[in-house]
């Protein structure tokens, strides 16, 4: 259950939350809250606030008023936990905008010490979509079109993990002249774009042409590529970064095992690693990595940029094997906030402690649909209680390394530098990153580290590639789309068997070669937000 206040009645409360500089508000569990029950939020242990800790902290005067209710489900696990969270219904685990869930119409109350309880009735509910008959509203339900088609899937195994049927999706996005009986024989490569839960086509391709990207994509010009994404909201967030872990379940086996070969079959894909390359920003950046590393059978290359940290010695900024506080760094007499974010000039944006305490507030035990909760969710073990067990305390960032030992699983760089012998002839040359030197989350921190372990490797060599933009913060990439097709292009028939005939998908791109690291680049407009989205309610 979630209150928020404001001065500013022109939107509704929650609509104005935010990370800094957003009204205040806070939140607690409820538990088997009925109708016509009341639950109350007052300052105890159990009510966490963001930005003001506790509600007396709320200086006397006229507020607009709201509540809000997101409703949990219970999961009795396969593995004999039971947790309760929140299942999304095709809206990207997006707690304002998920059908089901209950607020209140904003009321305006004078609000001080003798004002007392403060009652708010949470009469409205988010409707609920339209589903197809025997259909599920999980992973949503969009329309095929000419050019994109939509694919859902029960699996197996989420299934027998979560202890209900579980969906995966993808959206499919075929090249110009697929359809044309002349070309009924041929199969195409694919680009695995990995990212945020989305609806909408890959690239955000329109039919109309209305873009640029489209326009191209339907044109002489573009390589006759398969474009894929998946759909894989769970009720820890909007993504689940596919692969298999303790507490978000096997996504790694839904995706690379159920859901790809299903597309094959669906598709005339190549359905060879040498024909599929993975790609994506930030979320996906670390999925598109981490997606060819952990399933090297399956992928045979990676474009990822800006990915999430990719070596927990730089989680953003704090060693989660080594410092003691994920929110400050202590001295003698003093003590220094650790920044979470900045501007490519070094401006500070907020701290760590601010996002976490804004996560807190919006769930415990990680369920806040927020990107630090989902890092613990999927880095990390199971805890005692069947929910993620947390590295570091939410209140005070104090770190526990027990925790952090057991996320080396999850490093990237320190998986690749144990793995090198038994991986490194399968991923040489197949390794290619690119991220702004001032990443607006540090993140470049960490792919530097990754640089520096395959810069090393030497049976074999790793052969990978680098790209750092100069003062780019995040979203930065060195090349459009369009141009990004160019290289998978090159890319895929460099790496295609002997004899292969490449003629018929590979278009007549003019296709840079390498991405120098002067190129000035562009920022992806698909890139991924990281402050959860606050839609109009209902």
């Not at 690291?517 to 991924?528: I, N, S, W």
């Amino acid at each position: 259950m979630l209150v928020a206040v404001s001065k500013d009645g022109s939107s509704d409360p929650f609509e104005q939350i935010d990370i800094i500089g957003g009204t205040p508000f806070w939140g607690r569990d409820v538990n088997g809250l009925r109708p016509g029950q009341r639950a109350v939020l007052s300052d105890d242990a159990v009510t966490y606030g963001h930005p003001l800790s506790t509600v007396d902290q709320l200086p006397p005067g006229d507020y607009h008023v709201q509540a809000f209710l997101n409703t949990y489900d219970t999961f009795h696990r396969s593995d004999g936990s039971t947790v309760k969270l929140h299942m999304p219904c095709g809206d990207g685990q997006n707690m304002f905008a998920s059908p089901g869930n209950l607020f209140s119409t904003p009321r305006t109350v004078h609000i001080d010490r003798n004002t007392g309880t403060v009652n708010l009735d949470l009469g409205n509910v988010i409707p609920q979509p339209t589903v197809p008959p025997g259909g599920t509203c999980q992973q949503g339900n969009p329309t095929d079109t000419a050019h994109v088609k939509y694919v859902k899937m029960l699996s197996p195994s989420l299934s027998a993990f979560w202890g209900r049927p579980m969906y995966v999706g993808a959206n499919v996005l075929l090249p110009a002249g697929y359809d044309d009986p002349a070309n009924a024989g041929v199969r195409y490569p694919v680009e695995y774009n990995f990212g945020h839960f989305s609806t909408g086509a890959p690239h955000g391709f329109r039919e109309d042409g209305g873009n640029a990207f489209s326009a191209w994509w339907l044109s002489d010009a573009a390589p006759r590529f398969i474009s894929v994404t998946f759909r894989t909201e769970n009720p820890f967030y909007d993504s689940s970064y596919n692969v298999d872990s303790p507490n978000v379940g096997p996504y790694g086996t839904a995706t690379n095992r159920e859901l790809v070969p299903l597309l094959d079959k669906q598709f005339r894909t190549i359905g060879q690693p040498w024909a599929r390359v993975t790609s994506g920003g930030s979320t996906g950046g670390w999925e598109a990595l981490a997606s060819l590393v952990f399933y090297p059978d399956v992928y045979g290359g990676t474009f990822a940029g800006y990915p999430d940290p990719v070596d927990f010695r730089r989680h953003q900024i704090v060693n989660v094997y080594s410092d003691a506080n994920a929110y400050r760094i202590d001295h003698p007499y003093d003590s220094v906030t650790r920044p979470d974010s900045r501007t490519p000039q070094g401006e500070i944006n907020y701290s760590n402690a601010d996002e976490n305490h804004y996560e807190l507030a919006l769930g415990d035990k990680d369920r806040s649909e927020g990107a630090w909760a989902i890092w613990e969710a999927v880095y990390g073990p199971q805890g005692a209680d069947g929910y993620p067990a947390t590295v570091w305390d939410k209140d005070t960032g104090a770190i526990d390394h027990g925790v952090a030992a057991q996320w080396q699983g999850k490093d990237i760089r320190a998986y690749l530098a144990a793995h090198w012998p038994q991986l490194g002839d399968t991923l040489r040359g197949e390794i290619h990153l690119y991220v702004g030197d001032t990443d607006t989350y540090y993140l470049n921190d960490a792919v530097e580290l990754l640089q520096q372990q395959l810069d090393a490797e030497t049976s074999p060599p790793a052969d990978a590639s680098f790209v750092y933009g100069r003062e780019k913060g995040h979203g930065w990439s060195p090349y459009t789309a369009q141009q990004w097709f160019g290289v998978y292009a090159d890319y895929v028939a460099g790496r295609a068997p002997a004899g292969t005939d490449t003629g018929a998908w590979r278009g007549h791109t003019a296709t840079p070669k390498a991405a120098p690291a002067t190129l000035t680049g562009v920022t992806d407009p698909y890139a991924g937000d990281r402050v959860p989205r606050r839609p109009h309610l209902g």
